[in-house]
């Protein structure tokens, strides 16, 4: 059972709530990956504007606990003023801290990042950073009071998967206790499940289930993927070798000549 | 008086958050409210008074990933 600051969750699955065809697909699809997490946004509501309600009606209409994002945020005081704001409108402590450092790759600014998690989590939020693959900066946060770690493992909206298999594997082996999670980059759900594979407690993505071809299907898909790819880790992987291992046993073979 | 609402300039009567809320027409308990960057909670509007030049910002819950 996955633990995300108390909260127990039988799914390893969190699923982002934009870029989808429609309201309606976007809520068939959370529900055929069997997510319990969704994330969410704030922004500038229109006068006389009722998208907002309508939008929050719909998620609660799901059942899913909602985890408020601070996407879009370069600075640590306009990333905690918006986790503070989305507080007062979700009414959950849980924020997931984004402060981007970098236009082109969306790279977190780890050091404003850093910053602002400890601001909030001295005011009592529960912090999911959306964090590098750096372990120096993993530790950093932990020190801030994050107990739950969000690396990306590619840009946002990049589908690329995986690039630096070394460096989760380096993090999960150094904090074996910590719930991590992988947000961003995911493109596939071979993706998803190679890092449910090594170890990590879930997977949160977005864009490749809501630009799929058939979003509710790719959900399903990505709900099995990261249920495959976390019990196969249980299961213990066997390890690549070098050489070639017969599976046919060798002993009581024919002689013929 | 003149404010910034969501980077847009208006001229307005209200004195209150409260009151400009209702001025310009934005309803609904999903509402999230800041004044010159600090957080103003729901229940805190009506006693929120208003002064030239300051900058309010009104969000809503809106998808994110």
Not at chain 1, 64 to 74: D, F, I, W
Not at chain 1, 124 to 143: I, M
Request: hydrophobic share 45%; charged share 20%.
């Amino acid at each position: 059972m996955l633990e995300l600051y108390g909260q127990e969750l039988s799914s390893r699955l969190l699923l982002g709530t934009a870029l989808y065809p429609s309201p309606a697909i976007m809520a068939e699809a959370i529900k055929a990956s069997g997510a319990e997490i969704v994330t969410v946004s704030l922004r500038r509501e229109t006068s006389g504007g009722k998208a907002g309600g309508q939008f929050w009606s719909l998620v609660q209409s799901l059942d899913v606990r909602v985890l408020p994002n601070t996407a879009g945020c370069h600075s640590v005081s306009e990333a905690v003023t918006t986790a503070r704001m989305a507080r007062e409108v979700f009414g959950t402590d849980w924020i997931k801290l984004e402060v981007i450092g970098n236009h082109d790759t969306l790279q977190p600014d780890v050091f404003g990042l850093v910053e602002a998690a400890r601001i909030l989590a001295s005011e009592g939020f529960e912090v999911f950073p959306y964090t590098t693959d750096d372990l120096v900066v993993a530790e950093r946060l932990l020190d801030a009071g994050c107990r739950v770690l969000m690396p990306w493992c590619a840009p946002i909206g990049s589908a690329r998967g995986p690039q630096n298999a070394d460096a989760l594997r380096s993090l999960r082996g150094h904090f074996p206790g910590i719930p991590l999670i992988v947000d961003a980059g995911i493109g596939r759900p071979s993706h998803a499940a190679a890092v449910m594979e090594l170890g990590y407690d879930a997977v949160l993505l977005n864009t490749a289930v809501a630009k799929a071809g058939d979003p509710v299907a790719m959900a399903a898909a990505f709900g099995k993927a990261v249920e495959a790819g976390r019990e196969a880790y249980c299961a213990g992987l066997l390890e690549p070798r070098d050489m070639a291992v017969p599976s046919t046993p060798v002993i009581g073979m024919a002689a013929f000549s | 008086m003149k404010l910034t609402v969501n980077g847009q300039s208006h001229e307005v009567a209200a004195g209150t958050l409260a009151a400009l809320l209702v001025e310009l027409d934005f309803q609904g308990g999903w509402l999230a409210t800041a004044l010159n960057g600090d957080v103003v909670p729901a229940g805190e509007r009506d006693r929120c008074s208003l002064a030239e030049g300051d900058r309010i910002e009104i969000l809503s819950p809106m998808k994110g990933g």
